[in-house]
């Protein structure tokens, strides 16, 4: 399949040719589903914890004799059933990660790219080289071109200055193509590749 290329100004930079493997898929829920719980899965810091018996600050006295009250028998207020006693079974620190298969996420990535193909949300631009490298600028452009919350993928590494000069623009994303991943392409409104990144991209998932 083709796609129209422009310039950062808006202007024509003639046409790509995408991969129909790779961005002519017909997207599956399911996959970019399976994918994205896994990424959000990993970055989860799962570092939720509560005090158990043994851990809560209280006295060990016995809080009353262990006959003749007519109550049940209890050694220790820091049980469960009492007020400020210790959690039974609360959360604990662990990982929440679980496995994909490369090959798995792979084809995620191909989906959620052939999604924003589909949906008329991916555009390519001929490179990032700005002539004037500011934030001011910049974001005029990108208004002008209606980019509203755009993840910019750039080939193997991001153009120093377009970094820059993106860094204090809200909404506005760049990766390099090995950060390009799932969850940040569908969290988009608009994708924006450079040839280079749209090169790289083919290269990573052939």
Not at 86 to 93: A, F, M
Not at 152 to 160: F, L, P
């Amino acid at each position: 399949m083709k796609a129209e290329a422009i310039k950062l100004d808006g202007a024509a930079a003639g046409s790509v040719e995408l991969n129909d493997e790779i961005f002519g898929l017909e997207p599956r829920a399911d996959i970019l589903h399976r994918v994205v719980r896994w990424q959000r899965a990993k970055a989860q810091q799962g570092t939720h914890k509560v005090l158990t018996k043994s851990e809560v600050s209280y006295s060990t006295k016995k809080i009353y004799k262990q006959k003749g009250t007519g109550g049940a028998r209890h050694g220790s207020k820091k049980a469960p059933i009492f007020r400020h006693g210790g959690v039974y079974k609360g959360p604990t620190p662990r990982s929440h990660a679980h496995d994909l298969t490369k090959k798995f996420r792979k084809l995620g990535l191909c989906h959620a790219l052939s999604a924003k193909a589909k949906a008329g949300e991916l555009v390519v631009v001929e490179s990032l080289d700005l002539a004037d490298a500011k934030t001011s600028a910049l974001s005029k452009q990108v208004a002008n071109l209606g980019w509203k919350r755009a993840l910019i993928i750039d080939g193997a590494s991001v153009d120093e200055g377009f970094a820059k000069a993106a860094r204090n623009i809200q909404n506005l994303d760049v990766l390099p193509t090995m950060g390009a991943n799932v969850y940040d392409i569908l969290k988009s409104d608009t994708l924006v590749l450079t040839k280079a990144g749209v090169e790289a991209l083919e290269a990573r998932l052939k």
